[in-house]
């Protein structure tokens, strides 16, 4: 931005990253003229072996991470009148699954050093009406499983993981989306798991996962072998294809590598970072013990960069060639939130003084500064080589020294 010479990454960020055996397994799809799940081996095959690697005994496939919610807010019995705990630091689809099921969001502030729900505050949140607790492992790091566990346990409300960006973390030595009652992921185009759409809920439950079944396909379980019409519950169509199914076998067989490049990348990044005042790289509680890495997200204190504004220090590293986001808005106070819970259907359910008390209760201080510190690179940036690490590091102490003249 001041005319000297940008600091540039080397590695291409090329995503998603395929080759013949991608190629090959859609053309076999496409040739065994078997497209939708039932007809074809693809999705079952898909399951079965994403199922093994999780250590889970049930893998249920979804269009995508929202239907994989969706289906388990379903499958959990969720629906008017009752309440979700969930997270203000997340993706919408989180919340649009609640709202789906006409069950009111309960949002727990943030722990603003993990980027995950503080879950100490949970407990609190707590009330007769409490269906589920729906921590999000954000940004494939882990939420504070032990504690969301025995509050869950200690008060016989199930836990539904929402895993979608945390394919491959870990909570002490167990896949993230396999401790709670159910977990969901997501193989958006975006994720560290990628078939341009899909996703996927895990259970070691028989009866939670006939119930997924069930619903993610008109009330007819795929997992029975003769469906037949008759239906005991309601449903929608959110199943898979064998495309998608295809891609994903194809693309398994990276996400090991993938991972551990992401891990090392991430690990020696935050270690360069931890020596630049005013950069905090998000911290992983002690149970965390794998990261996924979807994104790597740390605080950005202006005070230390002589005021210089998030938005210009974003716009100085766009400069320096290293692609960056200021990620969410607080979720919580979007008008969509507002709009939803006090609409007419919502109004139908619940009492003018129970939204009235909701609304009073809606407030997250610290997520709201921290959608403001908040800085985030995509997880593709972790697939390139560890000169490009110090390349940013250089960047941002570059900006750093320079920042009074990037203000001005
Ligand atoms: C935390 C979280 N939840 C849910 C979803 C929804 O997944 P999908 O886009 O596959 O519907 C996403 C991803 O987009 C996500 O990041």
């Avoid at 519950?233 to 959110?238: K, Y």
């Avoid at 064998?242 to 891990?263: D, I, M, P």
């Avoid at 200021?326 to 507002?338: H, I, M, Q």
């Avoid at 139908?348 to 407030?363: Q, T």
Wanted: aromatic share 8%; net charge positive; proline share 4%.
């Amino acid at each position: 931005m001041l005319g000297g010479p940008a600091v540039k990454l080397e590695g291409t960020r090329k995503w998603p990253i395929y080759d013949g055996s991608e190629e090959q397994a859609l053309v076999d799809v496409l040739r065994s003229g078997k497209w939708g799940r039932g007809s074809g081996q693809m999705v079952l095959r898909f399951e079965s072996k994403y199922a093994s690697l999780m250590g889970v005994k049930h893998c249920l496939a979804t269009a995508n991470g929202t239907s994989a919610l969706l289906t388990s807010m379903a499958a959990l019995e969720v629906g008017p009148g009752d309440e979700v705990i969930l997270p203000p630091y997340t993706f919408v689809a989180t919340l649009n699954a609640v709202l789906e099921r006409h069950a009111l969001p309960v949002f727990v502030d943030s722990d603003r050093k993990s980027f995950q729900i503080d879950a100490k505050k949970v407990e609190a949140a707590v009330t007769p009406r409490t269906r589920v607790i729906m921590p999000v492992h954000m940004a494939g790091a882990a939420a504070d499983m032990d504690t969301l566990l025995a509050i869950g346990a200690k008060h016989k409300v199930p836990v539904l993981e929402d895993a979608c960006q945390a394919v491959m973390g870990e909570w002490r030595g167990k896949k993230l989306g396999t401790l709670g009652a159910l977990g969901c992921f997501s193989f958006q185009a975006s994720k560290n798991l990628n078939s341009g759409e899909g996703g996927a809920v895990m259970t070691n439950d028989e009866s939670l996962f006939y119930r997924c079944s069930h619903f993610h396909s008109n009330g007819r379980s795929p997992h029975k072998v003769d469906p037949g019409f008759t239906y005991t519950g309601h449903g929608l169509n959110l199943r898979l294809t064998e495309f998608q199914g295809g891609l994903l076998l194809a693309q398994l067989a990276r996400l090991e590598a993938q991972s551990r490049t992401r891990e090392q990348n991430a690990d020696y990044l935050a270690g360069l970072f931890r020596e630049i005042p005013g950069i905090a790289p998000s911290q992983q509680y002690e149970g965390c013990t794998r990261n996924a890495w979807h994104l790597f997200m740390f605080r950005y204190d202006a005070a230390k960069f002589g005021g210089l504004t998030r938005a210009q220090f974003l716009k100085a590293l766009a400069a320096e060639g290293v692609p960056a986001s200021s990620g969410y808005t607080p979720l919580n106070k979007e008008p969509l939130v507002k709009n939803v819970v006090l609409s007419r259907g919502y109004k139908k359910i619940y009492s003018e003084g129970e939204l009235k008390a909701w609304d009073e209760k809606n407030h997250c201080p610290e997520n709201d500064k921290l959608c403001q510190e908040a800085v985030w690179f995509t997880q593709t940036t972790l697939l390139g080589p560890r000169t490009d690490m110090d390349r940013i590091a250089t960047a941002v102490r570059k900006i750093q020294r320079f920042a009074k003249e990037l203000k001005a």
